[in-house]
């Protein structure tokens, strides 16, 4: 049998070869597997075997939230909903300096964790509220920043596509990581609410105030009931519904889902044309989606039948190291590798490693998870590479410089480094609501 280093060392640099080529992550990881597969379990009939443990983790009913919760963002984005509750915001914030960036982290927050894709919710925001905080007189840091910084919430912030992929991965409780989620997002906003406060007592001029006309009281209670608390009511639902137990993170996308295309029926927001461009779209995202979660079924596996996972867990348990020191190094990691990748992949190439040795060190592992998904959102806006700082550059308006990006998202990425250090010094910020369930 080969040494661990040698096999680990084999299969990684089939992944990197195939990628250099250009095959999408998906098929490279399944290129990778076939060939490792038919060297350490004894050619065709180690494929055949692999395959089929491929197709077995294809069948789990713990990945039905991911296409229902796609939809549902899906639903929520083309019909229009999501902008009818940014409107009703945007009009409650009054003459308040910086109100646009306000409008972004609360609206944005809201729009997160029904939509649970960042690069959508960063798309939308870019698009309608960048050009806009422009002709306002707002600089650059004020509208780009918070948008990057907001965008990311959607990793955290159930539903969450991206925490159900990464639950069914390692193998964790999905409604308790989806949970966990809330209090980190929910703080994580208000630090940058605190960030766009301080900057605008210290800048004055980079969200100039300006004439709004003013909206009664009676309108105001109007729009909060009308606009804003029936979409957020539809996230309060399946949180609710999880948390009390009365449905599976199954039952409540599929709530979810129903909810939204309901509200746009109610709102006459709903046709034939944007229910079939949402399905559409979401299923794109989920053919990708389970096309992942079978390479890494199958590498994970491969992995195990090689020795190399459980060769690196010795190797990296043998240091007289203390957990803090080796969580560190794995968060590091994290943000080297999406400094050129993309998350999904990041996932694929390290939860068959790190979710094992975490155990191995006693560390909670929906805390742990929740950890990840910090560091996959910070990595998301990590120059120079950060993929929603190029969703960004393509929706921001002509002239602005990939310079002025990175500048912009360097607050909101220290802001979510501070929240991270907050739950390696106490934990129960992660912990507290999952443990409601138990």
């Known amino acids: 049998m080969m040494e661990w280093y040698f096999a680990l060392g084999f299969l990684l640099s089939l992944i990197v070869l195939f990628m250099g080529i250009g095959t999408p992550i998906a098929l490279a990881f399944l290129a990778a597997n076939v060939i490792g597969s038919w060297y350490f379990m004894g050619g065709q009939n180690g494929i055949i075997q692999l395959l089929n443990n491929g197709f077995g983790s294809l069948s789990k009913f713990s990945l039905v939230p991911i296409p229902l919760f796609l939809l549902m963002g899906e639903l929520f984005f083309r019909s229009g909903l999501g902008m009818k509750m940014f409107n009703a915001i945007d009009q409650l914030m009054g003459k308040v300096p910086g109100r646009l960036s306000y409008v972004t982290v609360v609206g944005g927050t809201a729009f997160s964790t029904l939509s649970g894709s960042s690069m959508g919710s960063t798309a939308l925001m870019g698009s309608l509220l960048v050009p806009e905080m422009t002709k306002r007189g707002y600089k650059k840091h004020m509208s780009i920043g918070p948008i990057l910084g907001t965008g990311g919430l959607a990793i955290i912030i159930p539903p969450s596509a991206l925490a159900v992929l990464l639950g069914t991965l390692a193998k964790i409780d999905i409604a308790q990581l989806l949970i966990a989620g809330i209090i980190p997002g929910l703080i994580l906003a208000l630090f940058y609410i605190i960030t766009i406060w301080v900057r605008t007592r210290l800048d004055p001029d980079a969200a100039p105030v300006y004439e709004l006309e003013p909206v009664p009281f009676l309108a105001k209670i109007k729009l909060v009931l009308t606009d804003i608390i029936p979409m957020v009511g539809v996230m309060v639902i399946i949180v609710m519904m999880m948390l009390s137990g009365l449905a599976t993170p199954s039952e409540s996308a599929a709530f979810g889902a129903?909810?939204?295309?309901?509200?746009?029926?109610?709102?006459?927001?709903?046709?034939?044309?944007?229910?079939?461009?949402?399905?559409?779209?979401?299923?794109?995202?989920?053919?990708?989606?389970?096309?992942?979660?079978?390479?890494?079924?199958?590498?994970?596996?491969?992995?195990?039948?090689?020795?190399?996972?459980?060769?690196?867990?010795?190797?990296?348990?043998?240091?007289?190291?203390?957990?803090?020191?080796?969580?560190?190094?794995?968060?590091?990691?994290?943000?080297?590798l999406g400094t050129f990748m993309e998350q999904i992949s990041i996932m694929m190439l390290t939860v068959p490693f790190f979710f094992p040795l975490a155990e191995t060190l006693g560390f909670d592992l929906i805390w742990f998870g929740i950890i990840i998904l910090l560091a996959l959102e910070i990595s998301f806006t990590t120059p120079p590479f950060g993929l929603l700082l190029f969703v960004m550059k393509g929706v921001a308006p002509a002239g602005t410089s990939m310079r002025e990006i990175y500048t912009a998202a360097i607050p909101y990425i220290l802001c979510s480094m501070l929240l991270v250090a907050l739950m390696i010094i106490y934990p129960p910020i992660a912990t507290w609501l999952p443990g409601m369930i138990n």
């Not at 709102?267 to 992942?292: C, D, E, H, N, P």
């Open 258 to 336: 129903l909810g939204v295309i309901i509200l746009g029926f109610v709102y006459r927001k709903m046709s034939w044309g944007v229910f079939t461009q949402s399905v559409s779209g979401a299923l794109k995202v989920t053919l990708m989606a389970y096309l992942i979660v079978f390479g890494s079924a199958t590498f994970s596996q491969l992995l195990a039948f090689s020795g190399a996972s459980s060769g690196l867990i010795e190797w990296a348990t043998s240091y007289d190291l203390a957990p803090i020191y080796m969580l560190l190094a794995m968060f590091g990691v994290l943000l080297l």
